[in-house]
Every structure is written in C-alpha cells, then in structure tokens.
T-cell receptor, first 114, second 116 residues
Framework: DVKVTQSSRYLVKRTGEKVFLECVQD?????MFWYRQDPGLGLRLIYF???????EKGDIPEGYSVSREKKERFSLILESASTNQTSMYLC?????????????FGEGSRLTVL | AQKVTQAQTEISVVEKEDVTLDCVYE???????LFWYKQPPSGELVFLIR??????QNEISGRYSWNFQKSTSSFNFTITASQVVDSAVYFC?????????????FGSGTQLTVLP
C-alpha cells in the first residue's frame, strides 16, 4: 500500500514564526501536492511538484513556498506564519504526470497560528 | 473554469437508511474525470471511484453506487443501508482530461453522520 506520511498531526505556532510541514511518500511517485482544507471551501491546491526540484503554483500559493530536494519528500514552508494560515494541510502523491487524478493522501497536519 | 458543487453541507441519517450525496459539476471540456473521496475522522482522504466522461454506466460496489448523468452534469453517490462507519466527509472532484495533474477541482464536501 502507498503510504504518505506527514511529520506532524498538530502544530501550534506564533505569528511570524517560520513553519515547516514535511511529507514523505514511499511509492516512488512523481507527483506530490500540498492542499489546504477549510470548512465550506473544500480542498484548495497550494503547490504541486511533478519532479525533483520542479514545482508549480496552485490556486493559493501566496504566503507559502515548497521544497522538493528528493523524490520522496515534499516540504511546505510558511516563511512568516499568520493567523489566516490556521488550517488543515493535506499532502498527497500520485504516480504519473498525466495521471487520471487518483491521489493518495496523508492524514493531514492541523496548524494553529496564534 | 471548472467548478464542483456539493450543495449538501451536512446530512444526518439513522443506521440502515439509504442516503444520496449530490454532486453537480461544470466544465467546458469534453473529456474529463469525476471522483469521489471519503475522509473519515482520522483525516486521510481515501479514493472511492473514478469515472471518465465517456462512460455513463452506473456503478455499484457493495453498498455504494454512483449515478453519472451528463445531461444534468451530476455524479451522485448513494450509500445503501448506511452504517456508523460510513460517517465521514465525502468529496466530489473533477479533473480535466488533459493538462497537468494539478487540475483537480474539489467540491466543498458533505459531512455525513450515521447515527446508531
């Protein structure tokens, strides 16, 4: 089974802190994604990576950056956390660049920014 | 632009009742894919089904069934004889038939609660 592991289930940070959310997948998937989930808004794509060191902005990239130095690891970085970034963050991976959309998700990281 | 609408924010049923979750989509593409995902309380979204735009056959998998109707741009999901373990948030999603894998649009989700 594909396993997508997010390093922290729950984090509490202060405004202005730098935050790293880590995601690792163990099935050699090319694509990795970071989504943000908010009530009533569903999942919104923050960033997407289709290969090592390659990335594309999603629908809401402002305030975020990403890093993919190794194929299995995709990190989401909040350079200076703000209260409006309090949310559930979901990492996902998939096999092909042009796959038909089946994603494998981690369990999520719930971030609270005070 | 693509859009997925799940008008039902929350549904509550008693165990063994049937329940239908609605999904309406908008797209200008002729080739596209539709999905349902389940998010149990543990948080991890689980893939349930994928349907392409050229296959309007309804599908049944155990207690789950899906009704795809291009004429009404709907892809509804029915759970027969619901169980408490079906309690979750369910997401409908739409992906373009071409383009990068980033082009997957999710609906806002429906919280289903099955009461014992």
């Amino acid at each position: 089974d594909v396993k997508v592991t997010q390093s922290s289930r729950y984090l509490v940070k202060r405004t202005g802190e730098k935050v790293f959310l880590e995601c690792v997948q163990d099935m050699d998937h090319e694509n990795m994604f970071w989504y943000r989930q908010d009530p009533g808004l569903g999942l919104r794509l923050i960033y997407f990576s289709y290969d090592v060191k390659m990335k594309e902005k999603g629908d809401i990239p402002e305030g975020y950056s990403v890093s993919r130095e190794k194929k299995e690891r995709f990190s989401l970085i909040l350079e200076s956390a703000s209260t409006n970034q309090t949310s559930m963050y979901l990492c996902a991976s998939s096999l092909y660049a042009r796959n038909t959309g089946e994603l494998f998700f981690g369990e999520g990281s719930r971030l609270t920014v005070l | 632009a693509q859009k997925v609408t799940q008008a039902q924010t929350e549904i509550s049923v008693v165990e063994k009742e049937d329940v239908t979750l609605d999904c309406v989509y908008e797209t200008r593409d002729t080739t596209y894919y539709l999905f349902w995902y389940k998010q149990p309380p543990s948080g991890e979204l689980v893939f349930l089904i994928r349907r392409n735009s050229f296959d309007e056959q309804n599908e049944i998998s155990g207690r789950y069934s899906w009704n795809f109707q291009k004429s009404t741009s709907s892809f509804n999901f029915t759970i027969t004889a619901s169980q408490v373990v079906d309690s979750a948030v369910y997401f409908c999603a739409l992906r373009r038939g071409s383009g990068s894998a980033r082009q997957l649009t999710f609906g806002s989700g429906t919280q289903l609660t099955v009461l014992p």
